[in-house]
């Protein structure tokens, strides 16, 4: 049963341009939301969260949007660079557990 | 500034043979968890573990693998009798003690078990 859903396996963006990556979830208990980015032969590194209580969060070229009526967030990447390119996972928790549900993960390739 | 340890990176194993993978948490760290990742997949949830107690294991298969989290030393996760099943990349995560509204997890660079 996948709670968190990237329904994009892969991405492709013009560098310079925005990169807008999706995440769906089912889950109406989930509270906080997390983006990652991982390279292969590495761990996911966090990149961006948001609380359930706002609607969007701005960290440099990056911003997360949430939508809770929809169960839907987004995180925008602007302007996008080469170095952007990876595989992002969109990530889920909420409040009385510990452990983080994770999207399948969408592939972004930045194209110089 | 250290971040999450985990060794070895890559382990062979034979079928029915043993696999222990090894994470050590960031400094200052008291919270542990696994994740396992099945090729074309996300990360899964196994275990959450603080220093000698399983808090939550309701992603761990029911036979043939186990976690602990001793006073000193490293988390293990430990799977017994191998089978190719078990191949995947194993993630091992750490946060800091308290709660509060950062959830933030911070991954090791995981190990990949190859089952033979």
């Known amino acids: 049963d996948q709670q968190v859903k990237q329904n994009s396996p892969s991405l492709s963006v013009q560098e310079g341009r925005i990169s807008i990556l999706n995440c769906d979830y089912t889950n109406s208990m989930f509270d906080y939301f997390l983006w990652y980015k991982k390279y292969p032969a590495e761990g996911p590194t966090f990149l961006i969260s948001i609380s359930s209580i706002k609607d969007k969060n701005e960290d440099g070229r990056f911003t997360v949007f949430l939508n809770k009526s929809a169960k839907h967030l987004s995180l925008h990447i602007v302007p996008s660079q080469p170095g952007d390119s990876a595989v992002y996972f969109c990530?889920?928790?909420?409040?009385?557990?510990?452990?983080?549900?994770f999207g399948t993960g969408t592939r972004l390739t930045v194209i110089p | 500034n250290a971040g999450v340890m985990q060794n070895p990176r890559h382990l062979v194993r034979r079928r029915g043979q043993e696999a222990r993978l090894r994470c050590s948490p960031m400094k200052g760290h008291s919270h542990v968890y696994w994740y396992r990742q099945l090729p074309e997949e996300g990360l899964k949830f196994m275990v959450y573990l603080q220093k000698e107690n399983i808090i939550d294991e309701s992603g761990m298969p029911k036979e043939r693998f186990s976690a602990e989290f001793p006073k000193e030393g490293p988390s293990i996760l430990r799977i017994q009798q191998v089978v190719r099943g078990d191949s995947a990349a194993y993630f091992c995560?750490?946060?800091?003690?308290?709660?509060?509204?950062?959830?933030?997890?911070?991954f090791g660079p995981g190990t990949r078990l190859t089952v033979t």
């Open positions: 990530a889920a928790s909420d409040g009385g557990a510990n452990n983080l549900f």
């Open positions: 995560a750490s946060s800091p003690p308290g709660t509060g509204e950062s959830y933030e997890q911070y």
